[in-house]
């Protein structure tokens, strides 16, 4: 079964709009870290955001916030007032455990485009 | 400037003929790990380092090996590399320890091809 899902291969956006790109996850784990990566176009990876499944409040970095639903196992990403430059794949990915020698999970990828 | 440095960036070789593809980190970060990435599929981890001679092996490690002898190094060695290992390659590294020990920092990635 998959542990990260990303239900969404494409997604569009005007320019300066807010968008929600989604991530479901499973675990059994009580304790697990959520993340949000950027890939553009050039293919590095661009961390972007963290939230612990302990953390009491939504993780929010400039214009990325994360809405951690822990009940809902969801982890949406959401981005506001989005740029030509947020044009690129966004990866939702999961550790397990508090051994942080515990594997790292990704999805398989949503590719956002930004509309002008 | 605190970066992960991976070589070579672009690959084309042969099936059978042994390649090792370089790592390296210089944030002492104890932790370092291998990804491919393959169309769909997102990044699977193949091997991961937690220090200096610990090395386990993450989702794909078949036909790969790592080794860690330095804490800034951990290279990726295909022995008798075969199509199927036609991906893109991630290294990264992150700390074990203090504050925000969990982002992971990448490597600018290597493609590589096998024929």
């Known amino acids: 079964a998959q542990k990260i899902t990303q239900t969404q291969p494409g997604m569009f956006v005007q320019e300066k709009e807010a968008v929600t790109l989604d991530c479901t996850y499973d675990?059994?784990?009580?304790?697990?870290?959520l993340f949000w990566y950027k890939q553009p176009s050039s293919g590095e990876m661009i961390f972007l955001i963290y939230q612990g499944s302990y953390d009491q409040q939504n993780a929010t970095e400039g214009r990325y916030s994360l809405n951690f639903q822990k009940a809902r196992k969801s982890a949406n990403l959401v981005i506001s007032a989005s740029q030509l430059g947020d044009s690129a794949m966004y990866f939702c990915?999961?550790?397990?455990?508090?051994?942080?020698?515990?594997?790292?999970?990704f999805g398989p990828g949503t590719r956002l485009s930004v509309l002008p | 400037e605190a970066q992960v440095t991976q070589n070579p960036r672009y690959l084309i070789t042969v099936t059978g003929k042994k390649l090792t593809v370089t790592c390296s980190q210089n944030m002492n970060h104890e932790y370092m790990s291998w990804y491919r990435q393959d169309p769909g599929l997102g990044l699977r981890q193949i091997y991961y380092?937690?220090?200096?001679?610990?090395?386990d092996k993450g989702d794909v490690p078949e036909g790969y090996k790592v080794s860690r002898k330095e804490k800034r190094n951990f290279p990726l060695i295909l022995e008798s590399p075969s199509p199927n290992q036609t991906s893109l390659y991630f290294c990264?590294?992150?700390?074990?320890?203090?504050?925000?020990?969990?982002?992971?920092?990448f490597g600018p990635g290597t493609r590589l091809t096998v024929l």
């Open positions: 990915a999961m550790r397990e455990g508090m051994n942080y020698g515990q594997n790292f999970v």
């Open positions: 380092s937690m220090n200096v001679e610990v090395t």
């Open positions: 990264a590294s992150r700390k074990t320890s203090g504050r925000d020990p969990d982002t992971q920092y």
């Open positions: 675990t059994s784990d009580p304790s697990y870290g």
